[in-house]
């Protein structure tokens, strides 16, 4: 059991340490990986659809 609380009191002790973003900084990041994302989904999105035509196109000939 000790050794769990000493664990624990080490983590504590680093996240006072750890410097976090301001909201400004936290909102432009989150942007950014909302909008890539976004056109991740987007480019995967029209690559199946481009595979999905090809394969039925093979399929019908």
Known sequence: MNKVT????DVFSEM???S???SKELTKY???VISTVVIMALFFL???YGISELFRWY???
């Open 20 to 22: 976090w973003p301001k």
């Open 46 to 48: 029209v690559v199946d």
């Open 16 to 18: 006072r340490k750890t």
């Open 30 to 32: 989150t942007v950014v």
């Open 59 to 61: 399929l019908d000939l």
């Open 6 to 9: 000493s664990f624990f009191r």
